[in-house]
């Protein structure tokens, strides 16, 4: 079989230049498995659990028995479905599992099920915001295949074992096309995908036990070059390695450019405890596989009904909510991204609203002062201490002028400690009120220019800024409670 022309490079063409670090432009394209949580496998019945004693999740199918057939998993094909409608892909209609053929203890059958020539989801793209930067990846397929098994090592001495649980459990792998620029961007990349994933509920997300991999491929090169050599760094399975394993390539690629030496594509995998990629083999190149059709199954026909059904069941969207957002709420674009980060955020914000919050001052709090404190004690919104609900109440309280910043602050304060749950009782109980007692405003009032003759006679004189002290010393004597605005129009009225 001929290899698929490289069409990278033509895709690369007119891209702008990404931040470069010592004058190189870094190139970084991502291959991603999404373990799909289906109950049972991908071509067989056995259970996909994850944590099971070795080989008791295992059947005929997965051993490779003689004569075992595999049977598509509907629950696979409609997962990948919804990948490709979240992101905007094209669903084939028709597409085909091949043979990847390699040989290893954990590969029973000596090929891996996957698919090569047409792959179920082809295109689409990944939005999100690095910083206050929007940025979109292109995607170039997902393509469902099943997992390999596992060789333990650490409870034999002398021997490997072979689990071969995990063989057969469905994956996506979603190629990107090498569209990052840098670490950040693919670190935020792998972020929103990870999101996504978990929003439309076809993976758990759950990086500890393998759901969700990620392989970044790396090269660099001087900006207007042809795209240099990569480099692939295996199964990243958390954001934090991620980072690490990406910066440290980068570095040790423009080391070995710099001192001469050649960059030849490898697989890597990073070492958490050293921190740096070391080659773990040279790359193959996909002839190696001898890809072919499956003879054991046909082809994957989709049929547009099953697509629309498919599209019936799926939740909205974070791109849709936030763009819901924006158009309904008058919020930014930037906003809008922040509260869709989660479900759990944005059903925090639509509930704030519900209660009565003016969407736009609720946003702020929730990216703000409460985001602020999530991270600071870390924690989810899930477990925020001050309820959407009480969140309402007291924007509204804000908007309807009852609250000053500052006394805004204190309920805030009262009700994340949880010294009080209701926002009009703690504005009763700690006087919060704003003095609009005029009477008692008045007296406050004569009492300061009483004592502040000095600034009387400047602000008399035209000295406009000696005002704003004498705002200062009525806030004071008020206990905060006067709204300055007010005072400042009495001032101006009082000293005509
Ligand atoms: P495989 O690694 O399985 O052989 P591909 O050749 O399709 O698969 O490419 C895999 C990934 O490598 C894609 O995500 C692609 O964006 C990325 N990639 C291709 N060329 C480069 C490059 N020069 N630098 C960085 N990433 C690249
Ligand atoms: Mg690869």
Redesign the pocket.
Known sequence: MSEPVNT?EAQQQGRPTGPLVRGYEV?????THAQLSTASKIFSRASTAFGAEPNTQACAVDLALPGTLPVMNKGAVERAIKLGLALGSHIAPRSVFARKNYFYPDLPKGYQISQFEIPVVQGGAVSFFLGEEKKTVRL?RAHLEEDAGKSLHEDFIGQSGIDLNRAGTPLLEI????DMRSTAEAVAYAKELHKIVTWIGICDGNMQEGSFRCDA???VRKPGDK??T?R?IKNLNSFKFMQQAIDYEIRWQIEEIEDDRKIEQATVLFNADTGETRAMRAKED?ADYRYFPDPDLPPLVIAAEWIERVRGEMPELPRTMAERYVSAHGLSEYDAAQLTQSTALARYFDESVKAGATPKLASNWITGEIARRLNAQEIGIEAAPVSAQQLGQLVKRIADGTLPNNAARQVFDTLWTGEGSDVDAIIEAKDLKPMSDTGALDAILDEVIAKNQKNVDEYRAGKEKALNGLVGQVMKASGGKANPAQVTDLLKAKLG
């Open positions: 990278f190139i970084i394209g991502f291959e170039v190629v990107t096309e090498p491929n790396v090269s795209l240099g990569r692939e996909s």
